[in-house]
């Protein structure tokens, strides 16, 4: 054959059109299930983490905690419980970010640069992907909270959703952190070292196990300004029921900021060459 | 496409840092045509398959894939490439089947299509039995199958194979230099890293040396040999002979010799295997018998280290750095009398122009 005769047999069937986003979004999403869920046990123990902390935490904390520094008429599992529907979530960001720092050192990830698609749709799929395991773990932790302390949301079953609604939104939001973390850093070594860093202080220094007025007076300003505080007001507030202020507006808008800023980073963070 | 140099690249460079990975590389590769990049760790090759894979944008000089600027229509050289390379790029937890749908889907194939397409793949490649299991059972000549596959399933023009035979045993070596030969017969240009300087000699049409980002020099294997020197005939003399009056005769013929006391054997450059008569008949004239005698042409050794060497800043060309494939065997250990080769590629390999 010469360079000039017509193109090989193959190369008359004619060339697909590049998938579409939303095409390439369902397909990355289905593929990001089932790596997620690919190992049972993973699964397994990924969704029965949270019910080690209800556990741990309701006896640790609960038997220190002096009724009368919680809020008036309300059980410690009843403070615990929508604090750690977004402190659970900051776990399985983490292990997000790890996963994806995975998929990005080898496999698919690698192939997805040279195929005509857009990556940041890569990482769209991924926090789907993740968020759905998060969603597996909250109602886990309210069915857990039930059937072991007979926890009831004060705020009735609209209370109890909406607060699942909302903690799902914060935890994507804390999913981002960790997936523009992944894509700058590309080292599984150092994201768990810094996301140590992010993670506790994120969980710990916040109003998730004590009310802030209780911490001592510098932890208690860090944790004012920790968006998980706000989150976690707002999901308390929701599901204890009364009176919902402004936590739930304050806990959307950091949420849907930080979600913001970081899909922003982190599409610019994928983008850059593998080896720069 | 009416484009027959699917690579044209002109005065390519790539600065890291302080490295200049690429230091002004010009480079054609025609449609059909299988283009071997040879060079050290450390030359570029790997760089420049980036480049011209639209994985990083050069930081000077330009280059069109399949006719679109690597730089400036990225997602339509995206179409019509396939990269393949030493680590295989697929998903572990998916089946061969489904690793070959998920990225013919992301092509643009419907889900009928991927389907025909990925059964299409599993049978050119010998996979049909394994399309169900997951890739992370599969062995390494799999892999390496399937990961090819994936990079066939958008049918490219441009098919990028870096370092394709790293680890690779040499039955599933040999095969899979079958399947790029084909590949390249209907059409695909091939361009081929290694450092393997069997691989470059069977497979390629054209070699490019690289060295420090420079392209060295390019041509066939057999120009590359012929500037590289001579070849050499190696002899050993029967029993009753005497290594040194056959050194003494060969030398007043012109012909200065080795003699390697440790082998028994002597060494001569040799312009051609022509020269092989002129060698018996000059050993027979002083009695001394010839046992055993082989000719040999410059190999590609010989032309790696011709070149390289000559590469400012190239690292001393040590023993790493010329690694031979592991299992087969150079085409110097072959038979006792090696006539020079023959074209090894026979039949319908492209006119280069």
């Known amino acids: 054959m010469t360079p000039s005769a017509g193109p090989a047999t193959e190369e008359r069937v ?200 209780v911490l001592p007076g510098w932890l208690a300003a860090v944790a004012t300004v920790n968006p998980v505080s706000h989150a976690v007001e707002a999901s308390r507030s929701l599901a204890l029921g009364g009176q919902v202020g402004s936590e739930v507006t304050a806990a959307l808008c950091a949420a849907l900021g930080l979600m913001a800023a970081m899909t922003v980073l982190a599409a610019r963070a994928v983008r850059r060459p593998p080896d720069e | 496409m009416a484009v027959d140099q699917v690579i044209r690249a002109t005065g390519l460079r790539k600065r890291f840092g302080a490295v200049q990975a690429l230091d002004g590389v010009d480079l054609t590769v025609a449609r059909g045509e299988i283009m071997g990049l040879l060079g050290h760790n450390g030359a570029g090759k790997t760089t420049l398959v980036n480049v011209l894979s639209t994985l990083t944008p050069p930081t000077s000089g330009t280059a069109s894939v399949a006719g679109f600027d690597v730089a400036g229509r990225p997602d339509e050289v995206r179409r019509r490439i396939g990269v393949t390379g030493q680590f295989a790029a697929l998903d572990e937890e998916l089946s061969g089947h489904d690793n070959l749908v998920l990225v013919a889907r992301l092509c643009g194939a419907s889900k009928a299509q991927a389907a025909g397409r990925a059964d299409e793949l599993l049978e050119a490649f010998g996979l049909r039995a394994a399309a169900g299991r997951r890739a992370a059972t599969y062995s390494g000549g799999m892999r390496r199958r399937l990961d090819l596959a994936l990079g066939l399933v958008g049918r490219p023009d441009v098919l990028f194979l870096d370092e394709p035979s790293v680890g690779l045993d040499l039955p599933s070596r040999l095969g899979l230099w079958e399947r790029v030969q084909g590949l390249a017969r209907d059409g695909t240009a091939v361009l081929l890293t290694t450092q393997y300087l069997e691989e470059a000699d069977r497979l390629a049409d054209r070699i490019t040396v690289l060295g420090a980002g420079r392209v060295l020099a390019s041509g066939t294997a057999v120009e590359l040999k012929a500037r590289a020197g001579s070849g050499s005939i190696s002899l050993r003399v029967g ?61 590609l050794d010989d032309v790696y280290l011709a070149f390289t060497a000559t590469a400012p800043d190239a690292p001393a060309p040590a023993a790493a750095a010329l690694d031979r494939p592991p299992a087969p065997a150079p085409a110097r250990a072959a038979p006792r009398i090696t006539l020079p080769e023959a074209e090894r590629r026979t039949g319908d390999t492209p006119e280069t122009p």
Do not use: C
Not at chain 1, 79 to 105: C, K, N, Y
Not at chain 1, 121 to 141: E, F, K, N, W
Not at chain 1, 178 to 184: C, K, Q, R, S
């Open chain 1, 14 to 213: 004619p060339r697909w059109r590049p998938a579409g986003r939303a095409a390439q979004l369902r397909v990355l999403t289905a593929r990001q299930i089932r790596l997620v869920y690919a190992d049972r046990r993973v699964v397994l123990f990924s969704v029965a983490q949270p019910v080690v902390m209800l556990l741990l935490i309701s006896q640790v904390f609960g038997s220190l905690a002096d009724r009368s520094i919680l809020p008036r008429g309300v059980s410690y599992i009843e403070f615990l419980l929508p604090a750690l529907l977004v402190t659970t979530g900051i776990g399985t960001s983490q292990s997000a970010g790890v996963g994806l720092v995975r998929d990005m050192e080898g496999g698919m990830v690698r192939r997805f640069r040279v195929l005509p698609l857009s990556l940041p749709m890569v990482l769209v799929a991924r926090s789907i992907a993740d968020l759905t395991r998060s969603g597996m773990q909250l109602l886990v932790l309210v069915v857990a909270g039930h059937l072991l302390f007979g926890y009831r949301a004060g705020g009735g079953a609209v209370g109890l959703v909406a607060a699942l609604a909302l903690s799902t939104v914060v935890i994507w939001s804390l999913i981002w952190i960790f997936i523009a973390l992944a894509a700058w850093l590309r080292k599984v070594e150092v994201l768990s070292s810094i996301g140590f860093f992010v993670s506790f202080p994120l969980m710990f220094a916040s109003s998730a196990f004590v009310p802030v007025d």
């Open chain 2, 239 to 299: 029993p009753q002979g005497d290594r040194t009056v056959a050194a003494e005769a060969l030398g007043r013929a012109g012909f200065p010799s080795d003699v390697d006391d440790g082998r028994g054997e002597l060494t001569v450059p040799a312009g051609d295997s022509a020269d092989l008569a002129v060698v018996i008949r000059v050993l027979d004239a002083v009695g001394q018998n010839v046992t055993e005698i082989r000719y040999a042409e410059p190999s």
